[in-house]
């Protein structure tokens, strides 16, 4: 394996030397003021699909606070991570500027890798983890089921490896997150990554900018 991918420079890039700013970089009172009107946002993700990947950076770049929720999406209509193939994501993937590598496996289940993901949501740390896996996967083509390779992703995201691993072996886990997807169809999904904006759901990579605007954010013109 190559050098662990650091996070830690980009967010430390946002809080200045008296620990009070928020997100990108705004003091914590420029960051009331601005949250003030704005819709709680959360994202649902499966590890699996290029979607998330293309997606993951710029939710992690929102000026709030996002709920990162993993969702085991493999069967299920419309929410597996082979949903349109390869050709739309690798236009997408151009478009957006962004490299696109796909993983051996592909496609396939990530149930280790989404079990490490549903352990660092709870501790409040799933988006450096997704951020990492991500880019294993689909920047270096690296199978996210490999222990060394989720290893690599839990040390860029500062996660305990002990606790990682053991999470990656948890079968227990499985069944929540086949819920979530569950929950997430019978609230009419019909594709991933989503959004959900207060009680707006916004399916599919390509509405990201539209779920911006509905949580009264910033929206920067690469985004869209």
Do not use: K
């Amino acid at each position: 394996m190559g050098d662990v991918i650091s996070l830690a420079e980009r967010r430390a890039a946002r809080v200045d030397r008296s620990g009070r700013a928020g997100p990108e970089g705004h003091s914590a009172r420029e960051h009331a003021a601005g949250a003030r009107g704005r819709s709680r946002v959360t994202f649902y993700f499966d590890l699996a699909s290029p979607w998330t990947y293309l997606a993951a950076e710029r939710v992690d770049r929102l000026c709030c606070e996002v709920r990162w929720r993993p969702v085991m999406s493999e069967g299920l209509p419309n929410l597996g991570p082979a949903d349109g193939g390869r050709g739309p994501a690798e236009d997408r993937a151009a478009e957006l500027r962004l490299p696109l590598v796909w993983p051996e496996r592909w496609p396939g289940a990530v149930p280790a890798a989404m079990r490490v993901a549903a352990m660092a949501a709870e501790r409040g740390q799933a988006a450096p983890f997704v951020l990492a896996a991500g880019r294993l996967a689909f920047c270096g083509g690296y199978d996210l089921e490999d222990p060394e390779i989720l290893a690599e992703a839990a040390a860029a995201a500062g996660l305990p490896l002990e606790e990682c691993l053991a999470a990656a072996g948890g079968f227990g886990r499985d069944g929540a997150l086949e819920r979530a997807a569950l929950r997430l169809l019978a609230l009419g999904a019909d594709a991933l990554p989503a959004l959900r904006v207060a009680r707006r759901l916004f399916c599919g990579e390509h509405r990201l900018a539209e779920a911006i605007a509905a949580a009264g954010l910033p929206l920067q013109r690469r985004w869209a």
